[in-house]
């Protein structure tokens, strides 16, 4: 009866293949982004605001200072895709607010992740298993 090779899963191999994906998932994104006429961060932007949010707030999920969001917003708000809001409760605070159109795109984005290559290529059961396997890798970050 033939042995089975072992297959030895490096750390250092399982990282590159973590940061190959997350590129090749980037360049999905980017590509389907200039499709809709914008850039990369305008549409991780649009996609990641699902209710009006102050931009604080979008700046800390984005992992960026406000001053540079201030730019991708300008420029998503020429365009008619969101609106800056002054809440009544803290006129200190500035929301972003998707408009119609925005929502739209909003949509579209949130649709893409169906029609990523290399997920449409696992089954349900796999999909689920990278996604608690990811999610396990990801904890560890928060573990002091």
């Known amino acids: 009866m033939p042995v089975e090779p072992v297959v030895q899963t490096t750390l250092e191999g399982l990282a590159m293949q973590v940061e190959d994906l997350s590129r090749r998932v980037l360049a999905f994104y980017e590509t389907e982004a200039?499709?809709?006429?914008?850039?990369?961060?305008?549409?991780?932007?649009?996609?990641?605001?699902?209710?009006?949010?102050?931009?604080?707030?979008?700046?800390?999920?984005?992992?960026?200072?406000?001053?540079?969001?201030?730019?991708?917003?300008?420029?998503?708000?020429?365009?008619?895709?969101?609106?800056?809001?002054?809440?009544?409760?803290?006129?200190?605070?500035?929301?972003?607010?998707?408009?119609?159109?925005?929502?739209r795109i909003h949509d579209d984005l949130a649709g893409l992740a169906e029609d990523i290559p290399g997920f449409r290529a696992l089954d349900a059961g796999e999909r689920a298993d990278l996604e608690r396997l990811l999610a396990k890798a990801l904890a560890g970050f928060d573990d002091p």
């Not at 809709?36 to 979008?58: I, W």
């Open 34 to 103: 200039q499709r809709l006429g914008l850039t990369l961060p305008q549409a991780m932007l649009l996609h990641g605001l699902d209710r009006p949010t102050p931009m604080r707030e979008v700046a800390d999920r984005r992992h960026c200072d406000a001053s540079n969001l201030t730019g991708i917003v300008d420029r998503l708000e020429a365009r008619g895709l969101v609106v800056r809001r002054t809440p009544a409760a803290d006129r200190r605070v500035k929301e972003l607010v998707l408009t119609d159109e925005g929502r």
